[in-house]
Structure formats: structure tokens, C-alpha cells
């Protein structure tokens, strides 16, 4: 402790700046980490937390995928013997149409019973509304808001409020204004309810409900009444406590909360990077330092820990300031991610509280105060092993030995051997990740190398374009390996990660693209909302001939998809007319032969299922599976794996015969409509909105449209890479300003020298930034050449554990021209303030010996 | 001609100290002058004064006549770059460069084309006898020959004055003499105005002129005729 006061306290405050941007690689680091997952899990607990104030005193909710189930299930659950009460309710997420407010949630339920498990306290409107359901039932407009929705927009009983359903959009009444309570504060208070009967109608749900909420009757345990009721009801249902649409809702997110992880741990990785730079080059500035303590009788001990210890209480600082910073800017993240659920996963969100939870931001603290001794390790170990004779006398410690340079070059070598071998290998998670791990370990060993090789490769062609700033920035590089090259190593894993991800999503634009110009072929799509991915309503199939009957439509298709519960992983059911469908899109399979495949799928004696869901669940042509439906197990052999990108989590795809049999669900979500030659696409979308409106809620999209909203839905999906470039452009910044300004107190004779010799101010500057831009060049290059490997790891991981998608290796050229300037843009601005001070600082102390 | 009107330098910190005090000097174009004193007599700082490396805090500078006080710091190093070469006592040369690239070092500086200072920096290197060295590091050479190539650096541009300070401090007796013998066989041929801060009286004694200074004051100012 003494030794951190006598000591490293005058260091730190004779280096401000360089300690101020040593802490902020910390602060990075953590802030990223913090933010991306206090937003991660402010909108999954914003979500089980509309779930739990939803679900009252429930204890077991009985659904069967998104589709709902017929009214007789109630009978069954309510005639249970372990059941107290059980009750219906159907959920919906409706537009506002009220600028600023998004949606809102509806809950319909039947006040029979509700009042067993929910509590209604109303603030105004009459009680009988709530008291005799037959007042609710006698007026199906009616509609209770909370009180805090109501007090923002202005709603009092009597009020009309304008929402769509599937009839268009209709005029509800406020009947009445609960008290704010648990409930109301469900979906950040945008929550109103409704009869279930009523909701029935709006919501077209013919007669069913989306779930029975039910409570255990005293005496019998959840688990005895869960093991009753899938008794009762079947395979087909689920039975699970409130808590489980939010494990369902979490593996859901799998992917994204995967990529959120990699994206935080890569931005600690990088702050580590910029801590052990750092480090390194305080340890080779004191040597000498560290040669007097030694000479005084420290002991190698007392040396390792004065640097530990200063690391230790860097990476406090820059933790807690991380925290600080993290939890700022989750707001704004959750908001984005929030959105991004919504449009991606049709789950709408409302996650307009951010609470980080103590547990991360105590695990963030420890990972950046650990992040911070571990990068500090090898340069503590360094200063302990300084001889203290030859720490005194005068030399350049920056260089790197032949000797070094051999035993790096043979470790990376037989790193690299193994690491191709786990590839060749394959087979075991574990030996290819190990793989992987070794790719990048060999990376770093070779950096400092490569950074040496490439600065003596550039030497010519700087001393060319400018002979004395050119040669010196060369100089400082090929001088000082050690001060450049974690500076490098930090911005090429940073460009390396950049270059994967954007390759990973140009690669998934193009299967992408590829999947709708044969999938989704048809000249218009029909649907019952705006946005495509949310089912809370459906069409009648009656619908199909009124859209045939319209001038120019030739060929109408219904299409059926819910989400549903297989092998406990949330994926998607596309039910589709197959003998229309291979008339107009015909796929070829990625396994299994295209007629057959067909031919069994229309006969109902087969599945069709997406590569994805194959890949993920390790599914083979030929296999039987198993698909639970409210009115039985469907048990068929896979009969074709295809291409099909409508779920992260894979599609089933099996006739529409089949679907209505076991749903008893004939409704449609999106008709395709193929148009007659001649016909002309706008003149087709204005007959269909006419036809329904004011009977119904239709929105019609062309196949142009189509195409670019699910690009559009792409787009926000892969916005983590714009904010992965941004954080490659602050490592840069950082690490190239951390690396100038050593190598400015380095250079300070030899600057001093060259102003003495007649360099203007305009020259040293040059020599500066050429230096910054020749660190911002190297990085550029090692990080592609390594981008371009871990863009073939991240691809097989996207393959085998992501998302299960077989993508197509495309170098993303684009993005690395992009890169180019940005990254060198980024050096030249990190070369700005270290420039200045270099021709600023006082001549004779420059030129001054001790 | 270096004209020193009334100089004054004061270094402020917690303790203010009087570097120079009042001091006034001309030394005409061509003239070979020693500047001897004690450790903290104000030598160096004459010196810097002298090269524009430093302002002073009271006092005028000038050199041919022009004042360098407002020069900005651009215009000072112009004035350095056409007018004066510096020879320092640990010679100051770029590690990296080769002999042939830290003499042309100054002129590339300048603007100068490739080829002319190429030519120029071989005929200075020649000059100074270093014709079998011209490609090698300053640290493949020895203590005398690295302060010939700091000399033929500061000669780039043949510079009316050239300022040394200890030019023979790091050396050996011997190779001191040569030095000194060389800065008065350059003197004598290209007719500069040199002067050097010195400890040894035997160089003291080589120049015409001695100013000996203490305390920031100039106490004596002997001319010698040769």
C-alpha cells in the first residue's frame, strides 16, 4: 500500500491523460458489458413481468401455442379435481393509433369468475360494470382502462377509444378507470380490458381462448395439478406456471441474447487489450524505477503487486465508472431492443423501466476489476523479473529479442497446427470452439511480428511520399514494437469481430434474398396487421373466395402460421395449401427429393421442415417426429428439409388439411394472391382495400413491399454491427492516443531534434499523424486477414448453435472499404492532440540531458 | 551579426531563478567565440537564446539585424533553418537514420529535391572525412565520428553561424582535439560565425574571443589576436 502511494500515485499524476484513457478502456469495456445486458434483461423482466402482474394469483396457465384451443378445454380444466378456479382469457396487442403511445395490450376475461384471480378496483365508473359481468356482457363496446393510460391520453368513463380489429377499426368505450395497482402497471400501464366474448369477436378468435388461467384447489401441490392436467388435456397443451411464458419468451431470444453476449464480452476483451498496452509500456517506461526499488531492497514480490495493485485499483475506478455509463445508455438500448423484439419476434414489448439488477452490475464490477489484473499480468510479471544492474543502465527496452521473436513465431506455429487439426477433426463442440480460441491466440503471438514486418514493408513507401516525417513514423514503429503492437493486436481483434459479423449478415442477406425470390413469389399478401410478425389477429377462410372473386386476382393462397412448443423450443407451424403452393413456388429441397416431398406433404403423410429446425435439432430426412396439437400428437416422417428463414428457431411446414384437422382452426394469417396476366399490381391492391373497407382490417402488401420490410426487420436484426464498428473506432481512438503519447515522451529528444533542425510545426505534426495513420493501416490489415478466418468460425457457429442457418462464406468487401477510411479517419483524429502537444513542448527541455 | 541587447532570462517555479542578468554582447559575422563559466552561469541558456530555441524574458535578440522577439514559433525555426547549425555535446542523432539521412535530414526539411540533397549530404560527409561511413547507423560509430556527422549536419545549408555547446564534452582527449581542430579548419574555410559553450580551456583558448560569464553575468570578454 505504501509502495502504491510513495510511488505509483506521483506516476499517475504526472500521466493524467494516459491514466485518464487507461481507465477508459475499463469504462468502455464495462459500459458496453453493462448496458447490452441491463437492456437484454430489463426487456426480458419487463416481459415476465407483464406476465406475472397479468397473472394475479395465477398458478398454472393451460395453453397450447399461440393458436388457442376450443371453449370445451374450459369444461375439462374447470371439472379437474386439484383445480379451485379456473378461467379463460384471451391476449391481444393492438394499435393505439394514438401518436406516442405504441400499443396496448387487451385482456380479455370473463368477470364471472376473473375477480378470483385479478383484482379490479375501480377509480371511477360504475361498479356494477365490474360487479355484474351482465352489464359488461349487454355492451360489447365496453372497455376499463388503468388510470395511468387514461390520465395520459386524456380518457375518462364515457370516452371513445378509437383500436383496430379485425373488423376495422372500431370505437370502444371506457366503462371504466382502475385504481393503479399490480395489474394496471402490466405493459407500462398500456393495458385495458375487455369481455372475453367481446374479445372473441374483435379479435376473430370464433369461439376460442388464447389460455385458461387457473388456481389450485388447497390441499393439492402445482406439481400434483400440472401432472392431473396434462393428464386431462394431452400432448398437445402445455401446462406450466405463469413463469414459463418467460423461459419460452428467453429461449426465444436465444440467438439474439447470444449475439448481445459475444458483442459485450468482445467490448471487455477489447478494454483488457488496452489495459495490458498500457501496462506494457509503463513497465518498460520504469525501468529504471523498478531497477532503484530493486536495488533498495524490493522484493520481485513487492514489484509484481505494486502493479497488480495499480491495475486492481485502475480497473475499480474504470468499472464504477463503466456501471455509471452502462446504465445510462441501457435505457436507450432497451428501447432499441425492445423494438427490435417486436418487429423480429411479433412479442410486443414495453420495457420503459430499466432496472440492472445488483447482481450484474456486482458481477460487472468483478469481471472489470478482474479484466484489469488479468490484462496487467504479464507486464507486472515483466517488472518483477527486471535485473536491477541492467534496469539502470541506459538502452531500448521496447525492442523485441530474436530470441522472443523465435519462441513466439515457434508457439504460434504449433498453436496454429493444432488448431487445424481441431478443424479438420470437427465433430465435438468443444474441440472446435478450442479451435477457435487457438486460431485467435495465434493471432495475438503474431501480431507484434507481423506489426514489425508490415511497418519495415511501408518504410519505403512513407520515406517516398514524405523523406523525413515519412521515415521517423516508420522509425517509431520498427523501434518500438512493444508500444505499437497491443495497440494493433487491440484494433485488429475489434476489426476482426467487425469484419465476422458483417460478413455473417451480408452472408444472411443473400440466402435471404434468395429464400423470398423463390418463397415469396406471390404478386400480393393480405394481412390482418401492419406488421407481419404479429398474430393477434386472423381472417375468416371465407375470405379466400371474396379475394378470388376480385377482378385480376387468378390464384388465391391461404396461409396458417402459429407458433408452437416442440422439443420445448418455440418454433414456428406454417400451414399452406402444398397442391397450390408447388404449383407457383416450387422448392427444391436441401434433402429429400422435390416431388415426393410434395406429394406426401399435400397427402398429409409428411413433414416439410427448414434447414434451421433440421440443423438445430439435429433432425434427419426420413425421421418421425412429433408435433403436439390441442387435439392430438402429429406423428410424421420429415419428407423434405428446405430452405425457409419465417423463424429463427426453425419452421415445420405441413399441409393446411392436416393443421385444421388438429388445431380445428380453419382462420388465415397472410393471403397470397397471384394476379392475371395483364393485370396491374396497384390497380389490384385498391380493389382489395376497397372491397373490405370498413367491414375489416386489411392491410395489403406488394411483393416489393414484402421483401423490403423483412430487410428492413434484417437490418435492425444486425444494428449490433454498427454498434461493434463504433466500439472498433473508439479502440481505435483509444489505443492509437494511448500509443502516441508514449511515443511522443519517447520521441521528445528526436521531435526536439527535427524542430531544431528546421522542422516547421506543420512537419512534426505530419510525422505524428503518419505514425497514428500507419498503426490505424497495419491494423486494418491484420484485422481483415483475421476477420477473414473468424468469419468462417462465426459462420459454422451461426450454423451448428445460433440459428442453425447454412450460410454461404462472402468476404463483405463493402464493409471493408467502408472500414478503410473510418478506421484511418478514426487514427487521424486519436493523432490530433498528441500532435499538438509534440510541437508544443519546450526545446531545451526536449534537448536536455539528466 | 548576433546582437544581445540587454538580455534577461528568469526561470519561474517555485523558486524564481536568474539564468541571464542584463547582459549585452555583439558579436560580429566570421568571429570564433568561446563562452566559458561555471555550472548555472547562464551558458546553455545564452546559447538557446542565441538559436531562438528559448525567448527571453526581457532583452532583444537579433541576428543580421532582425529582432527574433514576436517571431512566431515557425518563423523562429525558418531563422534557424537558413541561418544558424547546432552542435550539441551528445551529438543528438536520429538513431534510426543513416549518416547520409541525418545530414540531409535539414534539408529535406527545407523542400529541397532528392537528388540535390543527396549530393549535398556526400560532399559534407566528405568534407568531414566520414566518406566510408555514409550508410551506416549512428550507433555503428564511434563517439568522434558520430560528432563529425552532427557537424555536417549542422553545415546542411552552410549556415552563417553555428552554435556548439560542449562539442568535445563526450569525448575523448584526443578525439576532442580533432573535433576542435575540424570546427576551426570549417570556420576558417567557409568564414562562419561559430561559438561554443565550453568546460576546456584548450578550446576556450583556440578562439579568438572568450566571453567568460558567472552568475548570469558577463564578467570578462577577452579577444585574442591569432
Known sequence: ?850 | MIELDHITKRFEGQRQVTALADVSLVIPRGEMVSIIGPSGSGKSTLLNLVGGLDRPTSGQVRIDGATLGGLSDDELTRVRRDKIGFIFQFFNLLPTLSCLENVGLPLHLRGWPRRNVDARARELLTLVQLTDRMEHLPEELSGGERQRVAIARALSVYPPIILADEPTGNLDTQTGSDILALIRDLHARLGSTVVIVTHDMSVSQSCSRTIVLRDGRVVEDVRRSK
Open chain 1, 1 to 850: 500500500m505504501i509502495l502504491l502511494r510513495l510511488i505509483s500515485w506521483p506516476y499517475f499524476r504526472k500521466h493524467v491523460l494516459r491514466t485518464m484513457l487507461t481507465t477508459a478502456g475499463i469504462v468502455l469495456g464495462v459500459a458496453v458489458f453493462v448496458a447490452m445486458r441491463t437492456a437484454n434483461q430489463s426487456v426480458l423482466f419487463a416481459f415476465s413481468r407483464t406476465v406475472d402482474r397479468i397473472a394475479g394469483k395465477t398458478e398454472l396457465q393451460v395453453t397450447a401455442g399461440e393458436t388457442g384451443f376450443d371453449e370445451d378445454i374450459l369444461e375439462i380444466v374447470q371439472a379437474a379435481s386439484s383445480v379451485r378456479v379456473a378461467v379463460p382469457v384471451i391476449e391481444a396487442v393492438v394499435d393505439t393509433n394514438i401518436k406516442g403511445e405504441g400499443s396496448l395490450l387487451i385482456l380479455g376475461v370473463d368477470m364471472t369468475g376473473d375477480r378470483s384471480l385479478r383484482e379490479y378496483d375501480l377509480e371511477s365508473g360504475e361498479e356494477a360494470v365490474i360487479d355484474d359481468p351482465l352489464v359488461f356482457l349487454a355492451q360489447p363496446d365496453s372497455i376499463i382502462l388503468t388510470k395511468e393510460f387514461a390520465e395520459k391520453n386524456r380518457f375518462a368513463v364515457g370516452s371513445r377509444l378509437p383500436l383496430g380489429t379485425v373488423e376495422g377499426e372500431k370505437r370502444f368505450t371506457v366503462r371504466g378507470i382502475m385504481k393503479s395497482s399490480g395489474l394496471t402497471s402490466a405493459f407500462g400501464g398500456n393495458l385495458a380490458i375487455m369481455d372475453i366474448y367481446a374479445a372473441q369477436k374483435t379479435f376473430g378468435r370464433g369461439r376460442k381462448f388464447d389460455r385458461i388461467d387457473l388456481a389450485v384447489k388447497p390441499g393439492h401441490t402445482i406439481a400434483e395439478s400440472e401432472q392431473e392436467l396434462r393428464t386431462l388435456v394431452g400432448p398437445g397443451f402445455q401446462v406450466d406456471p405463469p413463469s414459463g411464458r418467460g423461459q419460452q419468451f428467453e429461449a426465444m431470444l436465444g440467438a439474439y441474447s447470444m449475439m448481445v453476449s459475444i458483442s459485450s464480452l468482445f467490448a471487455l476483451f477489447i478494454g483488457m487489450f488496452i489495459i495490458y498496452n498500457s501496462f506494457a509500456i509503463a513497465v518498460t517506461e520504469r525501468r529504471s524505477e523498478v531497477g532503484i526499488l530493486r536495488a533498495l531492497g524490493a522484493t520481485r514480490r513487492q514489484i509484481r503487486w505494486l502493479f497488480l495493485g495499480e491495475s486492481a485499483v485502475t480497473g475499480l475506478i474504470g468499472s464504477l465508472g463503466g456501471l455509471v455509463f452502462g446504465v445510462l445508455v441501457a435505457r436507450a438500448v432497451a428501447a432499441s431492443i425492445g423494438g427490435l423484439i417486436t418487429d423480429v419476434y411479433g412479442v410486443a414489448q414495453h420495457a420503459g423501466e430499466v432496472t440492472a439488477s445488483f447482481a450484474l452490475l456486482a458481477g460487472a464490477l468483478a469481471i472489470g476489476v478482474a479484466t484489469s489484473i488479468v490484462a496487467a499480468l504479464i507486464p507486472a510479471q515483466n517488472a518483477a523479473r527486471v535485473d536491477p544492474v541492467r534496469a539502470l543502465q541506459k538502452g531500448k527496452y521496447q525492442v523485441l529479442s530474436a530470441g522472443e521473436s523465435r519462441a513466439r513465431m515457434l508457439a504460434a506455429a504449433i498453436l496454429a497446427a493444432v488448431s487445424i487439426v481441431c478443424l479438420t477433426v470437427g465433430g465435438s463442440r468443444v474441440v472446435f470452439y478450442a479451435g477457435y480460441l487457438l486460431a485467435v491466440v495465434v493471432s495475438l503471438l503474431l501480431s507484434p511480428l507481423l506489426s514489425l514486418g508490415f511497418a519495415r514493408m511501408i518504410r519505403p513507401l512513407l520515406k517516398w511520399a514524405r523523406p523525413v516525417e515519412g521515415a521517423l513514423a516508420a522509425d517509431s514503429l520498427i523501434q518500438a514494437p512493444r508500444r505499437t503492437s497491443a495497440s494493433v493486436a487491440a484494433l485488429m481483434l475489434s476489426l476482426a469481430m467487425v469484419v465476422a459479423f458483417a460478413g455473417m449478415a451480408r452472408a444472411s442477406y443473400t440466402s435471404i434474398i434468395d429464400w423470398m425470390n423463390t418463397a415469396l413469389n406471390p404478386d400480393l399478401f393480405v394481412l390482418p396487421s401492419q406488421n407481419i410478425v404479429t398474430r393477434s389477429m386472423w381472417f375468416p377462410p371465407a375470405m379466400a373466395t371474396e379475394l378470388a372473386a376480385i377482378p385480376g386476382v387468378a390464384r388465391v393462397q391461404m396461409v396458417r402460421d402459429v407458433r408452437i412448443v416442440f422439443r420445448r423450443t418455440p418454433v414456428m407451424v406454417i400451414a399452406i395449401e402444398t397442391s397450390s403452393v408447388q404449383q407457383t413456388t416450387r422448392r427444391t429441397p436441401v434433402e429429400g427429393d422435390a416431388d415426393e416431398m410434395y406429394r406426401a406433404t399435400a397427402a398429409g403423410q409428411g413433414l416439410m421442415v427448414s434447414d434451421n429446425l433440421a440443423q438445430l435439432q439435429h433432425l434427419r430426412l426420413g425421421e418421425v417426429i412429433e408435433v403436439p396439437a390441442p387435439l392430438g400428437v402429429i406423428r410424421l416422417p420429415i419428407v423434405g428439409i428446405v430452405i425457409d428463414y419465417s423463424d429463427q428457431q426453425g419452421t415445420i411446414l405441413m399441409d393446411r388439411s392436416l393443421f385444421e384437422r388438429y388445431w380445428h382452426d380453419d382462420s388465415v394469417n397472410v393471403f397470397r394472391l397471384y394476379l392475371k396476366s395483364g393485370a396491374q399490381v396497384p390497380d389490384v391492391k385498391q380493389r382489395v382495400l376497397e372491397r373490405y373497407a370498413g367491414q375489416r382490417q386489411v392491410f395489403v402488401l406488394t411483393n416489393g413491399e414484402l421483401k423490403g420490410y423483412i430487410l428492413r426487420i434484417t437490418d435492425q436484426w444486425f444494428s449490433l454491427t454498427s454498434v461493434q464498428i463504433a466500439v472498433a473506432v473508439l479502440v481505435a481512438i483509444l489505443g492509437i492516443v494511448n500509443t502516441l503519447t508514449v511515443s511522443i515522451t519517447d520521441r521528445r529528444r528526436e521531435l526536439g531534434v527535427l524542430r531544431v533542425a528546421g522542422g516547421l510545426h506543420g512537419q512534426i505534426r505530419r510525422t505524428i499523424w503518419l505514425e497514428a495513420l500507419s498503426i490505424g493501416a497495419i491494423g486494418l490489415v491484420l484485422g481483415f486477414a483475421l476477420g477473414a478466418i473468424n468469419l468462417y468460425y462465426i459462420l459454422q457457429i451461426v450454423h451448428r448453435d445460433i440459428a442453425g442457418m447454412r450460410l454461404e462464406y462472402e468476404f463483405p468487401v463493402s464493409v471493408v472499404v467502408a472500414l478503410v477510411p473510418t478506421i484511418l479517419g478514426a487514427a487521424f483524429l486519436a493523432a490530433i492532440w498528441p500532435a499538438e502537444s509534440a510541437v508544443h513542448g519546450s526545446l531545451v527541455e526536449a534537448l536536455e540531458y539528466e
